[in-house]
């Protein structure tokens, strides 16, 4: 990134750091596996997971348990089953803090 009156014109800034996991989820006795990309940004963390063509950040609230961010189109296509996934990762991402 280039700061105005940095006349060396180096990279001031490191990029945010990005890892990808693999979660595993069962649900309904089926077994599911999901690539969840890991990005730090700052002093926190988002977990980034594609279910069904829905994209979903899973991200620390104030009380470092984790919530669903989803945007609002891809809510309001969001299947039960979908819905049920979402809530099955939260857990898995949860239960390995």
Known sequence: MYIPGNDKKELALLPNSMDNISIEVTLNGKEYCFVAAVV??????????????????????????????????????ATDHDKELIIAIGEVIQSAR
């Open 40 to 77: 730090t940004v700052g002093y926190t963390h988002r977990f980034i997971v594609t279910i069904n063509d829905l994209e979903v950040m899973f991200e620390p609230d104030e009380e470092r348990s984790y919530r669903a961010i989803l945007p609002e189109k891809h809510l309001l296509k």
